[in-house]
């Protein structure tokens, strides 16, 4: 079975901290992507990673940067926290054009 | 842009009924594919179906079918005699082919009734 691993369940973080919320998957997926997910919007995808060290913008990017410096980790980091980047953030990885795997998620609380 | 569509923000449904969760979408390409996830109250994201745009027959895994209406660009989910394991967040998603972007809808939430 594949398994996505993010590196917290829970978080809470004061405004202007930097965060960074780890994700390892263990398949050697290609892609590997970080949403957020907000009650009544949906997932909407934040980055996203086809190789190691390539990354893409996704719809909302303001705010974020990730890393991939190995195929298996996908970092995403927040540079200034703000209280409207709390949310729950969902790691997923995937094969080229499969279905994707997901983490449990992080549930980042900003104060 | 490519947009994914889900009308129904909650259902309810009766146990051991059917029930149909609607997802339309929009895309130009001729080339894609459609899925479904649900979420329970645990938060974990669990893949359901699969159906690609080529597809001619409408896809299955058990209890769920997906009900494929390319001419209508809607992609419903069917589920055969509801269970209360199946109260839980529904999300219908679709691939870009030509970048590797999943785009998801606003979900539907179905809570299952005794």
């Known amino acids: 079975d594949v398994k996505v691993t993010q590196s917290s369940r829970y978080l809470v973080k004061r405004t202007g901290e930097k965060v960074f919320l780890e994700c390892v998957q263990d398949?050697?997926?290609?892609?590997m992507f970080w949403y957020r997910q907000d009650p009544g919007l949906g997932l909407r995808l934040i980055y996203f990673s086809y190789d190691v060290k390539m990354k893409e913008k996704g719809d909302i990017p303001e705010g974020y940067s990730v890393s991939r410096e190995k195929k298996e980790r996908f970092s995403l980091i927040l540079e200034s926290a703000s209280t409207n980047q709390t949310s729950m953030y969902l790691c997923a990885s995937s094969p080229v054009r499969r279905t994707l795997h997901f983490g449990n998620g992080t549930r980042l609380t900003v104060t | 842009a490519q947009k994914i569509t889900q009308t129904q923000p909650g259902m309810f449904v009766q146990e051991k009924e059917a029930v149909t969760l609607d997802c339309t979408y929009d895309?130009?390409?001729?080339?894609?594919?459609l899925f479904w996830y649900k979420q329970p109250s645990s938060g974990e994201m669990i893949f359901l179906i699969y159906q690609g745009s080529y597809d001619e027959q409408n896809a299955t895994e058990g209890r769920y079918s997906l009900n494929f209406q390319k001419a209508r660009k809607s992609a419903n989910l069917v589920i055969s005699a509801s269970q209360l394991g199946d109260s839980a967040m529904y999300f219908c998603a679709m691939r870009d082919t030509g970048t590797y972007k999943y785009i998801f809808g606003t979900g539907t939430r179905l809570k299952v009734l005794a």
């Open positions: 895309t130009s390409d001729q080339s894609y594919g």
């Open positions: 398949m050697d997926h290609e892609n």
